[in-house]
C-alpha cells in the first residue's frame, strides 16, 4: 500500500491533474493521495498559496482583496471546466473561501483557515474528478483523517495520538484523497504547518497507515546532488539515507521539506521522490541504512540568508553557564539558532536572518553586552552556508582538507567551519557572493 502525494506543479492546471489521475490508476497500491494546492504553471505564475495569502492580508489591512479573491475563484473555475466537472464543485471550494474570509475578519489566527484552502481546493478537484473518470475516491479532510497538530499556526507539529487514529482509514476501500498542509488542534481550530508542509501531511498519512511506501511526485527527475542553478546538469542521486535527506532539504534542496523526514524515518517508510511530468523515471530512494558505496560525499547543499552572531569574552571557558545564558537572551526574544561552534573564548551563533529583524537585533545587543559582560559582540549579515553530505565521511580521512583546497581554488574566505559529532555532514559559513564559486569548486573537487 502506497501513500502519495502530489506538489502543487503537479495540480497546477487540469492537464496535469489528468496526469495524476494516470499515475494514481496505473499502480493498485496507490491508495492514499495527499495534494498540495495548486502551484505555479509558469515561471511567473503567482501559487494559489501566496494568493490566498495576499487575500487574508488585505483584509487584515481592511483594502479591497478582490483582485487576489476573483484569480483565486478563476484558478479553480479553469481547473473545473477543463475537467468536465459539475460546477457544485465550484461552489464548494468558493464556500469554503468565504467562510474562511468571515474568519480572518473576526480573527487574525484565522487566516490559517484561509491558507488551507488551496489545498482543500485541490483535493475536492482530485477526487471529483477520479469518480468523473470512474475511479471509486473520497475527499477525506485532515479532521476526519485524524490528524491532530500543536496550537502554532503556520509551525504546527504532529501530535502523536494522530497515528493511531489515521491507521483506521486502512479500513476504506475507495481511494482517499487528503488536502495536505493543515491539521486540526484537539480543540479543533485549523492549524497549517510551515510552508511547502503538504510534504509533511503525507509523511504522517504514511508512517499513520503503516504504507510500504511514500511516493512524494514532484517536478524532477530525481534529487540532484547539487543545486541546478549553480552546476550544469549534475549527477542525479538514485538513493539516499534519511539522514543525508534531512540535511540536504534542511540547506536548500527544495525538493522535499526538511521536517517531512521523520514520520515516515520512525515508521522506517522508504520515501521515493518521483517526476509527475516523467513517471517512468526511477526517482530517488530514501532508505533508512544503504550498502556500502564508494562515494563518500553524496551532496552539497547550499543556502544563503543566514547571519553570525559573533561574542567574545576573555576566559569564557571557565565562566560556567556563559552558553546558556546567551542562548537563554535568544529564546526570551523568541529566536531560534541553526548552529553554535564555539571556540576558547568565543562563540558564534548562526541564525536566520529574518529570525533577527533589525528591532530584535537591538534588544539582542544590548541584553548580551548587559548581562553577560562580554568583551565583543558583533553581528555580520549576508552570510550563506554550505553543507557536504554524506555518510560515508566519517570513515575517510581528507574530506575537510580536500573541501579546504576547493575553497582556496574558489578564491572564497572560510568563514565557519562546523562538522557536527554525526559526522554526516560538514558546514562552511562563507559571505553570500562567494556562494556560487564555491560551491561549484567542491562539485569539481567531488564530483568530476
Ligand atoms: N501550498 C503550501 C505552500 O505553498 C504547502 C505545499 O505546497 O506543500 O507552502
Not at 19 to 36: A, E, F, L, M, Q
Amino acid at each position: 500500500m502506497k501513500v502519495v502525494k502530489f506538489g502543487g506543479s503537479s495540480v497546477a492546471d487540469a492537464g496535469q491533474i489528468k496526469k495524476v489521475t494516470d499515475i494514481i490508476n496505473s499502480d493498485d497500491g496507490r491508495r492514499v493521495i495527499v495534494v498540495s494546492a495548486p502551484g505555479k504553471r509558469f515561471s511567473d505564475d503567482v501559487k494559489v498559496t501566496d494568493l490566498l495569502i495576499q487575500l487574508g492580508e488585505s483584509i487584515q489591512l481592511g483594502v479591497s482583496h478582490k483582485e487576489a479573491y476573483d484569480q483565486i475563484i478563476d484558478r479553480f473555475r479553469s481547473i473545473i471546466a477543463e475537467l468536465g466537472l459539475s460546477e457544485s464543485v465550484l461552489w464548494d471550494i468558493k464556500k469554503k473561501i468565504d467562510d474562511a474570509i468571515d474568519q480572518v475578519k473576526v480573527d487574525p489566527k484565522g487566516i490559517d483557515a484561509l491558507k488551507s484552502c488551496g489545498e482543500d481546493g485541490s483535493a475536492l478537484l482530485v477526487s471529483a474528478y477520479l469518480n468523473h473518470i470512474d475511479t471509486k475516491a473520497s475527499y477525506v479532510n485532515p479532521k476526519e483523517a485524524g490528524i491532530l497538530v500543536s496550537d502554532q499556526p503556520g509551525g504546527a507539529i504532529v501530535l502523536d495520538e494522530s497515528f493511531e487514529r489515521l491507521y483506521q482509514l486502512r479500513e476504506r476501500e475507495e481511494i482517499l484523497v487528503i488536502p495536505g498542509f493543515f491539521g486540526f488542534t484537539p480543540e479543533g481550530t485549523l492549524v497549517t504547518f510551515s510552508r511547502g508542509g503538504s510534504d509533511i501531511t503525507g509523511s504522517i498519512v504514511a508512517a499513520g497507515l503503516k504504507a510500504d511506501l511514500y511516493e512524494n511526485f514532484t517536478d524532477v527527475d530525481s534529487v540532484y546532488c547539487v543545486n541546478p542553478m549553480f552546476v550544469k546538469e549534475p549527477k542525479q542521486l538514485t538513493s539516499l539515507t534519511y539522514r543525508e535527506m534531512r540535511e540536504l532539504s534542511y540547506a536548500g534542496f527544495s525538493v522535499f521539506h526538511d521536517e517531512a523526514l521523520i514520520p515516515a524515518f520512525k515508521e522506517k517508510i522508504p520515501v521515493c521522490i518521483k517526476n509527475t511530468n516523467n513517471p517512468k523515471a526511477k526517482g530517488t530512494m530514501i532508505v533508512a541504512d544503504l550498502p556500502e558505496r564508494e562515494q563518500h560525499v553524496v551532496g552539497i547543499a547550499s543556502d544563503h540568508g543566514f547571519l553570525n552572531l559573533y561574542v567574545s569574552k576573555y576566559l569564557m571557558n571557565r565562566e560556567i553557564g556563559f552558553g546558556r545564558k546567551l542562548l537563554q537572551i535568544l529564546e526570551d526574544e523568541e529566536v531560534s539558532f541553526e548552529h553554535a561552534p564555539s571556540g576558547i573564548d568565543d562563540m558564534s551563533v548562526v541564525i536566520r536572518e529574518h529570525q533577527l529583524p533589525k528591532e530584535k537585533e537591538e534588544i539582542v545587543i544590548r541584553r548580551i553586552k548587559d548581562e553577560l559582560k562580554v568583551d565583543t559582540v558583533m553581528i555580520e549579515r549576508d552570510m550563506a552556508m554550505i553543507m557536504i553530505v554524506g555518510e560515508g565521511m566519517n570513515q575517510t580521512v581528507g574530506i575537510a582538507s580536500r573541501a579546504a583546497s576547493a575553497f582556496r581554488e574558489a578564491g572564497v574566505n572560510i568563514e565557519m567551519i562546523n562538522q557536527g559529532s554525526s559526522e554526516v555532514s560538514m558546514m562552511f559559513g562563507v559571505k553570500s557572493d562567494g556562494l556560487e564559486s564555491a560551491v561549484q569548486s567542491l562539485y569539481h573537487a567531488f564530483f568530476d
